[in-house]
């Protein structure tokens, strides 16, 4: 077990209890947490979909089961996780793109909000700009799709882990 972080705590089994949705407060407490900082977790079940969802802002996971079927994760951030640059196939040279001229704001949207409108701001580019994008969380398909649209891309987390920073340059056909 890994004790030396320092961890917030979250109970949402009131939450889960009475028939809400506990994933609103679990983001906002994620986003509250300071760097290096972790989240111990109480549910009523054991979290699988929102594993994946830590594990791309950076944090592993300890799970251990309670009495009565209830789970307490533990949260953990991971050491430079914003460190991390992803980029598409003929990206590795981003630093060499132009200033973006597009900028755009997504961390308040939902999925598939932020990549429906970044799909359609690239149709209002020229060839060779680049836009600027802030997303709430890495998006698993957006690279792939403008990859496919024959655009490139950079990504990562910034160092508050609390967004993921996307550039992109659009391409010559789409």
Known sequence: MSTTA?????DVRPILRDGGEPFPAIMHAVQALKPGEGL???????PMPLLSVMARRGYSAELKE???G???VLFI??????????????????AAWPDPLWRTDLTEQQPPAPMEKVLSLIELMEPGE????VFSEESRFLGAELEK????WVGNLDASKRAY???IRVGGEG
């Open 165 to 167: 920073r996307m550039l």
């Open 149 to 152: 649209r024959g655009h490139q």
């Open 66 to 68: 309670l009495d009565g």
């Open 70 to 72: 209830e789970w307490e």
């Open 130 to 133: 680049v836009l600027f994008a």
């Open 77 to 94: 951030p991971a050491p430079d996780i914003s460190a991390e640059v992803l980029h598409s196939i003929g990206a590795e040279e981003a």
């Open 6 to 10: 320092n961890f917030k705590e979250l």
């Open 40 to 46: 111990r977790l109480l549910a009523t079940f054991r």
